[in-house]
């Protein structure tokens, strides 16, 4: 009976969206799946609706409601134009931002500039100001944009480092930040009374005459980087610096932006990876689009600068948002800096730079670094020495990025804020991670290290000397099924009878537990968490007394289950292998202990 009453919920479901879809391609995908009766295909395509949360939407690209289609970016667009007049009651007159990476999906006619040209479509027939760009944009271009150009919002067609059959819709507030709740739920309530598509929906050639389409493309070029243009404070050292750079774009949008960046402050350009260097949305020299996967996605990076002499390599992911930096050694081997490691160096070389400013005494008083509360907390060691303010924020740069406009509005300074999956603001110009401005930036430090015959490798080091040592790792498991997962956390927080969280893991044991699920937190006299907290997604972090800090976690965008590990040490403690054979012993324990993958048919982290 039940398996009946789906089927006819599936056959309406695909009915709808035939009567509403005028994309030949998906509407063709649609009528062959209902002709062959393939319950389990239209199930794929309609069991559900993507789920529009404070990222956006992600999902691949393919016909029906749980997929990137056209009719589903019409819709979400009709629900946010929607939500936007009720926000702002002068929507008419600012207007918002779109932009759009170079993914493309042929067999069913999706790609990033077609969804970006629908939804421009669907606020301008709204009589609303859109500000397209002609041409493909890193993302820290929209929320840049935003801001310089005061408007109500910003929308970027990116998947950002995903598979490449995948696409996504990212929304950014009127204060240039990702957007946070309650607009998620806000906008998500609208998009399902916008269903239908209005009657101009379709018709995106009405733009292109239309006085309300603006392109912002070579005026946010020129500003952008004239902009981040402050933070290049040694411009002559760049002009001579004998070192060499490697940048490569992964097959995505950062090429032509990196090449503009080091022109702006004065280098040479770096040598582009040439396989690598224009946009091709198969991604075909790369298993996975993502710098943050480490040598597998630099091998071409690295045969580039044994040929050239390059000493540096700097990697963005597809959408530049995210930066990779890579050091030769001088045994010859390449050091791919963790996202830890990474913001640790440039949280270091900001703050320097900013100390020889030679501002007046007390101004340290008012500078803040932010980082998220799964990333490494060496910021908080340096804040704690130099006297400047440190703050983490629950994961992703929606919370840091908000949290900095309100410190900027209370007239602090915010210097720098970062997350271990090698997101990093460096200039409040773009409140998100940037990895333009960062490439550039990592660059100036580089050649300014170099100098004082100096690498980023010994540079690091310094800085473990000087304020502690914060050893670190990060990793996941696959894991597609929600039950699961769920079953996971929940036999955490039930792990010796009800309501009882472990009290060891193997031979480690644990002094203290918070669960930012159900805003548990034993180290508070209440129990209450301090962080926000929400029930759609898990994570608990467990403090461990031997110092160790370890967090398990689901993702917002990807099928898996991520832990982050810390061990710190107090400034003078530089056995640097001890602790991480100790942090090892603790990372085998809590795979063993509390994922267990065998029983929870865990896919381990590909190689």
């Not at 134009?81 to 207007?95: A, H, I, M, V």
């Not at 240039?176 to 607009?183: E, K, L, W």
Request: aromatic share 10%; glycine share 8%.
């Amino acid at each position: 009976m039940a398996a009946l009453v789906e089927e006819v919920k599936l056959d309406q479901a695909a009915a709808q969206w035939l009567r509403w879809d005028q994309n030949p391609k998906t509407s063709e995908m649609v009528k062959q799946l209902v002709a062959e009766g393939n319950t389990e295909e239209l199930r794929q395509c309609f069991g559900s609706r993507m789920e529009f949360g404070t990222a956006g939407l992600r999902a691949a690209m393919g016909a029906g409601t749980s997929r990137m289609n056209d009719l589903t970016i019409i819709q979400t667009t009709q629900g946010l134009c929607r939500y936007l007049e009720k926000s702002f009651n002068d929507l008419k007159k600012t207007g918002v931002v779109i932009g759009f990476d170079a993914r493309a999906h042929p067999s069913s006619g999706g790609c990033s500039k077609r969804f970006a040209r629908l939804a421009a479509t669907a606020f301008i027939s709204q009589g609303v100001p859109v500000y397209l760009f002609s041409s493909i944009t890193p993302t820290p271009f929209v929320p840049y944009t935003v801001t310089h150009l005061k408007l109500s919002a910003g929308i970027m067609i990116t998947a950002s480092h995903n598979p490449k059959q995948d696409n996504g819709y990212k929304v950014y507030w009127q204060n240039g930040s990702q957007i946070i709740a309650p607009h998620d739920k806000g906008i998500a309530q609208t998009i399902e009374e916008n269903l239908e598509p209005w009657p101009q929906a379709w018709d995106d050639s009405l733009i292109d005459k239309s006085p309300l389409l603006h392109d912002p493309y070579a005026s946010v070029n020129k500003d952008y980087f004239q902009d981040i243009q402050r933070h290049c404070l040694h411009r002559n050292i760049n002009k001579e610096t004998k070192l060499k750079f490697v940048h490569t774009s992964v097959h995505g949008v950062g090429h032509e932006f990196v090449q503009s960046a080091f022109k702006a402050f004065g280098f040479s350009p770096p040598f582009a990876v040439p396989e690598q260097k224009a946009p091709d949305p198969e991604f075909p020299t790369v298993k996975y689009p993502n710098p943050e996967e480490g040598k597998g996605v630099l091998t071409l990076s690295f045969a580039l600068a044994e040929k050239e002499g390059a000493q540096i390599v700097l990697a963005n992911d597809p959408d530049a948002d995210r930066l990779a930096v890579a050091e030769k050694q001088e045994s010859g081997e390449w050091k791919v800096f963790s996202g830890n490691e990474l913001g640790a160096l440039l949280g270091w070389w900001i703050f320097t730079c900013w100390k020889k400013q030679k501002l007046e005494p007390g101004a340290v008083k008012d500078v803040y670094m932010l980082s998220s509360t799964v990333s490494s907390k060496i910021l908080r060691a340096i804040a704690l020495k130099e006297g400047f303010h440190f703050e983490e924020t629950l994961t992703g740069f929606k919370w840091m990025g908000n949290r900095a406009k309100q410190l900027l509005d209370q007239g602090k300074t915010v210097l720098f804020a970062f997350e271990e999956a090698i997101g990093y603001m460096c200039s409040p110009v773009v409140l998100d991670k940037d990895g333009v401005s960062a490439a550039v930036i990592a660059a100036e430090m580089s050649s300014f290290l170099g100098t004082k015959n100096m690498s980023l490798s010994q540079q690091l080091k310094a800085i473990y000397n000087e304020y502690g040592y914060h050893v670190t790792k990060a990793s996941y498991f696959i894991c597609y099924d929600q039950k699961i997962i769920k079953g996971l956390f929940d036999k955490l927080r039930n792990y010796d009878g009800k309501n009882n969280y472990p009290k060891t893991c193997g031979k480690f044991a644990v002094s203290e537990v918070r669960d930012l699920t159900t805003g548990y937190d034993s180290s508070q006299p209440d129990k209450k968490a301090v962080l926000p907290t929400s029930k759609s997604s898990q994570m608990i972090t467990f403090t461990f007394s031997n110092g160790g800090v370890a967090t398990m976690r689901t993702s917002g965008t990807e099928p898996k289950i991520k832990y982050y590990l810390e061990l710190c040490a107090p400034p003078g403690n530089s056995d640097f292998e001890k602790l991480k054979k100790e942090l090892d012993e603790l990372a085998n324990a809590i795979e063993k202990y509390f994922f267990e993958p065998e029983k929870n048919k865990l896919q381990t982290k590909p190689e």
